[in-house]
């Protein structure tokens, strides 16, 4: 994941991107460019379940997994999820060992996304970790 931070086009209709702050996922570079996509962009909605949010309008554009034109039931509800971390247990190698820890019978959905949190290697810290 990288954020944009520039797109600009020429006289030719050529676009040029700038990247910004990003591509430290996983800590690996990937040479064969691989899987990619392009996210919060209003043009690029064609798929069921894409979305688009307009901050300015606080408009939410909505791609619904159905056929085309229908509308979405009035039964559903949009939720952002706003916790990147759900459970975090800290310890230290030195004082106080977080150990015998189990958790059991729990399902978790929806945590925010967090792909472009900064994190440590190996250990991924990041606004959530373990430490042991």
Same mark, same amino acid.
């Given at each position: 994941?990288?954020?944009?931070?520039?797109?600009?086009?020429?006289?030719?209709?050529?676009?040029?991107?700038?990247?910004?702050?990003?591509?430290?996922?996983?800590?690996?570079?990937?040479?064969?460019?691989?899987?990619?996509?392009?996210?919060?962009?209003?043009?690029?909605?064609?798929?069921?379940?894409?979305?688009?949010?307009?901050?300015?309008?606080?408009?939410?554009?909505?791609?619904?997994?159905?056929?085309?034109?229908?509308?979405?039931?009035?039964?559903?509800?949009?939720?952002?999820?706003? %916790?990147?971390?759900? *459970?975090? &247990?800290? /310890?230290? =190698?030195?004082? +106080? %060992?977080?150990?015998? *820890?189990? &958790?059991? /019978?729990? =399902?978790?959905? +929806?945590?925010?996304?967090?792909?472009?949190?900064?994190?440590?290697?190996?250990?991924?810290?990041?606004?959530?970790?373990?430490?042991?």
């Amino acid at each position: 994941m990288v954020k944009i931070a520039d797109a600009s086009t020429d006289a030719a209709n050529k676009t040029t991107l700038t990247f910004g702050r990003g591509a430290f996922q996983g800590a690996e570079g990937d040479g064969t460019g691989e899987d990619w996509y392009i996210d919060h962009v209003l043009e690029e909605l064609d798929a069921p379940k894409e979305f688009y949010f307009d901050y300015s309008t606080q408009r939410l554009f909505y791609v619904h997994n159905a056929t085309k034109g229908t509308p979405i039931p009035p039964s559903w509800t949009f939720e952002v999820p706003m %916790l990147k971390c759900l *459970i975090n &247990i800290t /310890g230290s =190698t030195t004082s +106080s %060992l977080a150990t015998n *820890i189990s &958790i059991s /019978g729990v =399902t978790i959905t +929806s945590a925010a996304a967090s792909y472009m949190s900064a994190h440590g290697i190996p250990s991924g810290e990041s606004s959530c970790h373990l430490s042991y």
